[in-house]
């Protein structure tokens, strides 16, 4: 990679949702810059193969909207250096058709979820640490038929602001992640929806999903990745409370 992250080396990383997609990238990549990274999600399968590729990278079992769970985890964890609260989940259906426990299930994926690691995330973390939130586009903008998702999307970076004026005075720093369209299995899903619901191809739908990136693309993991990886660099201390949008200019 082309940045430097020898201060990577042995530093304990906690990512949440690292079974797939963007977590996974992020873990591996954390994990190749020599950092100690733990890894959650709920599906056991999915841990252990992304931990299979890197002798670094251990699994853990656990629901980011267990509460319990979660304060166990930090506890036996000990003191950590940089925790990216990645965990989400989408739903989609007119509003008028949303039920209460649909709107439930994203704000305890996509904002409950995130609140826990970052509280358990801050009681551990070490001077100079990091916290990361992986909110969306969705958190700064509105979309049609998702909008639990964006709700809890856009209370993701108010937390990271409100966060990150409660420590400002800290040797932390706290900043919230907004990609655009990823290619992802929770995209795959998107696709998937959209053609049930529409009657669309797969083909049609991803391309209805790439055009609203300006430059006619789906965005990859590894660029959100290595914002993440940036963030959590030396030279970007002055970068706090900000939510940054990788998007390719989608406005």
Same mark, same amino acid.
């Given at each position: 990679?082309?940045?430097?992250?020898?201060?990577?080396?042995?530093?304990?990383?906690?990512?949440?949702?690292?079974?797939?997609?963007?977590?996974?990238?992020?873990?591996?990549?954390?994990?190749?810059?020599?950092?100690?990274?733990?890894?959650?999600?709920?599906?056991?399968?999915?841990?252990?193969?992304?931990?299979?590729?890197?002798?670094? $990278?251990?699994?853990?079992?656990?629901?980011?909207?267990?509460?319990?769970?979660?304060?166990?985890?930090?506890?036996?964890?000990?003191?950590?250096? $940089?925790?990216?609260?990645?965990?989400?989940?989408?739903?989609?259906?007119?509003?008028?058709?949303?039920?209460?426990?649909?709107?439930?299930?994203?704000?305890? *994926?996509?904002?409950?979820?995130?609140?826990?690691?970052?509280?358990?995330?801050?009681?551990?973390?070490?001077?100079?640490?990091?916290?990361?939130?992986?909110?969306?586009?969705?958190?700064?903008?509105?979309?049609?038929?998702?909008?639990?998702?964006?709700?809890?999307?856009?209370?993701?970076?108010?937390?990271?602001?409100?966060?990150?004026?409660? *420590?400002?005075?800290?040797?932390?720093?706290?900043?919230?992640?907004?990609?655009?369209?990823?290619?992802?299995?929770?995209?795959?899903?998107? *696709?998937?929806?959209? *053609?049930?619901?529409?009657?669309?191809?797969?083909?049609?739908?991803?391309?209805?999903?790439?055009?609203?990136?300006?430059?006619?693309?789906?965005?990859?993991?590894?660029?959100?990745?290595?914002?993440?990886?940036?963030?959590?660099?030396?030279?970007?201390?002055? $970068?706090?409370?900000?939510?940054?949008?990788?998007?390719?200019?989608?406005?």
């Amino acid at each position: 990679m082309s940045m430097s992250v020898s201060h990577l080396k042995a530093k304990r990383v906690v990512i949440t949702g690292g079974g797939s997609g963007i977590g996974a990238d992020m873990a591996l990549a954390f994990a190749e810059a020599g950092a100690e990274v733990t890894i959650t999600g709920r599906r056991e399968g999915p841990l252990s193969a992304i931990a299979e590729r890197h002798a670094t $990278i251990e699994p853990a079992v656990v629901d980011v909207t267990d509460e319990t769970a979660m304060v166990a985890l930090f506890e036996r964890l000990g003191e950590v250096d $940089i925790v990216i609260a990645n965990a989400g989940a989408a739903e989609s259906a007119p509003l008028s058709r949303t039920s209460l426990a649909q709107w439930q299930r994203m704000l305890d *994926v996509n904002l409950t979820g995130v609140f826990l690691t970052l509280r358990e995330g801050l009681r551990h973390l070490n001077d100079g640490g990091r916290l990361l939130a992986v909110s969306s586009t969705a958190g700064l903008k509105g979309y049609a038929y998702v909008a639990p998702y964006c709700a809890a999307k856009h209370g993701v970076v108010g937390l990271v602001r409100a966060l990150a004026q409660e *420590v400002a005075g800290r040797d932390i720093t706290v900043n919230a992640l907004c990609p655009g369209f990823t290619e992802t299995p929770l995209l795959e899903a998107s *696709v998937a929806t959209i *053609v049930a619901k529409t009657g669309q191809t797969p083909e049609q739908a991803r391309a209805h999903l790439q055009a609203t990136n300006p430059s006619g693309r789906l965005i990859q993991p590894a660029e959100v990745t290595a914002t993440a990886l940036w963030l959590c660099g030396p030279h970007s201390a002055a $970068i706090h409370g900000q939510a940054i949008s990788i998007s390719g200019g989608e406005a």
